[in-house]
């Protein structure tokens, strides 16, 4: 993508194991966000980490930002087969009212 | 979950024709936008609105427009549809009544759209 990626593109693990996944974007960003898309439904906020922040937690969700190598990690600790869905990170401008997203991760949680 | 209805879900048109999409929101957000998901593009903006008749042109505008008559309604036209606008659409709404800054986008189910 010209603005940014996900990696891997797909992954595949088993339950109780972690699931980690790669944002990076190329432009100076005001906040970066992460977002969870079951099969056939829209897009579900799950965690938005702000530039001068490093790292944030929700559950059994961490995100981390590095934007002096402008990107962001999402992790998953003790997945369960309904984080099966695909993973999405999204990056706001200067004037924060827009969202770019990467091309997301497709997570595949086996029970 | 957001008060987002998309309508209608699912549509199946022929080359040429027109399309309007609506999207209806019962939260007083401020801003709306409109994306299309296709594979291996994840979501790109097609159109979104700061306002009642206020709108803007994303990154895939070209064969869209939009309309913002009232707070909870934005309607996507494809004025003369093609095969190339097979995708599924997404509505998505943020930000209150005071801006978006920093907030997360809530999202509609999609429209699932076919054109033969």
């Known amino acids: 993508s010209q603005q940014g990626e996900e990696d891997p593109q797909a992954l595949s693990i088993q339950e109780g194991e972690n699931a980690t996944m790669n944002c990076s974007y190329k432009?100076?960003?005001?906040?970066l966000q992460w977002y969870r898309q079951n099969s056939g439904r829209g897009l579900v906020h799950l965690i938005l980490?702000?530039?001068?922040?490093r790292e944030k937690h929700s559950g059994r969700l961490r995100v981390t930002l590095d934007t002096s190598k402008k990107s962001s990690s999402l992790l998953i600790t003790a997945s369960r087969a309904a984080d099966t869905a695909s993973y999405f990170c999204?990056?706001?401008?200067?004037?924060?009212?827009?969202?770019?997203f990467g091309g997301g991760t497709r997570v595949l949680v086996k029970p | 979950d957001a008060g987002i209805t998309q309508s209608p879900r699912h549509k199946v048109t022929e080359t040429g024709t027109p399309v309007t999409l609506r999207c209806h929101q019962t939260e007083n957000h401020r801003y709306m936008y409109w994306y299309r998901q296709d594979p291996g593009h994840g979501l790109r903006l097609i159109h979104y609105s700061y306002g009642v008749k206020d709108t803007d042109k994303g990154e895939v505008s070209d064969g869209y427009s939009v309309s913002r008559s009232k707070t909870e309604d934005f309607l996507l036209t494809l004025e003369s549809a093609t095969s190339s606008q097979t995708s599924v659409y997404f509505c998505?709404?943020?930000?209150?009544?005071?801006?978006?800054?920093?907030?997360?986008?809530?999202f509609g189910d999609g429209t699932r759209l076919s054109i033969l």
């Open positions: 999204a990056w706001g401008g200067a004037a924060g009212n827009k969202l770019t």
């Open positions: 980490i702000r530039s001068n922040e």
């Open positions: 998505a709404i943020s930000g209150g009544d005071r801006g978006p800054s920093n907030q997360p986008q809530h």
């Open positions: 432009t100076s960003i005001n906040n």
